[in-house]
């Protein structure tokens, strides 16, 4: 059975950073991707940040570069997204999800359709 459990939400003012965890297990290949998503009350969700545990490549949505660092512990199991400089505009639910490797490209890298594996998200709260 395939799980991902999102950890490390909460509170913390503007300006302030925040690390989230990604716990994963069940998964029967080792060439996936772990995607962060965000979703804002009344908003639809969006892709934040992405990694393929094959080679460690990453992407980032331009309202997150220089700000967000994803990265991932193989051996671990778990994926990371550490947010720095945080904004109010960053408040949502953060959820990360697992898509298959080879469906790495450009268009389907941050689409949440293309995910089939989801946690139950973890609520990130920034304060002005």
């Known amino acids: 059975e395939v799980q991902l459990v999102e950890s490390g939400g909460g509170l913390v003012q503007a300006g302030g950073s925040l690390r989230l965890s990604c716990a994963t297990s069940?998964?029967?290949?080792?060439?996936?991707?772990i995607g962060w998503f965000r979703q804002a009350p009344g908003k639809e969700r969006e892709g934040v940040s992405c990694?393929?545990?094959?080679?460690?490549?990453?992407y980032y949505a331009d309202s997150v570069k220089g700000r967000f660092t994803i990265s991932s512990d193989n051996a671990k199991k778990t994926a990371y997204l550490q947010m720095n400089s945080l904004k109010p505009e960053d408040t949502a639910v953060y959820y990360c999800?697992?898509?298959?490797?080879?469906?790495?490209?450009?268009?389907?890298?941050?689409?949440?359709?293309?995910?089939?594996?989801w946690g139950q998200g973890t609520q990130v709260t920034v304060s002005s």
């Open positions: 999800a697992h898509m298959a490797g080879r469906f790495w490209t450009f268009s389907a890298r941050l689409t949440p359709a293309e995910y089939d594996y």
């Open positions: 069940g998964f029967t290949s080792d060439d996936y991707v």
């Open positions: 990694i393929r545990s094959s080679d460690g490549s990453t």
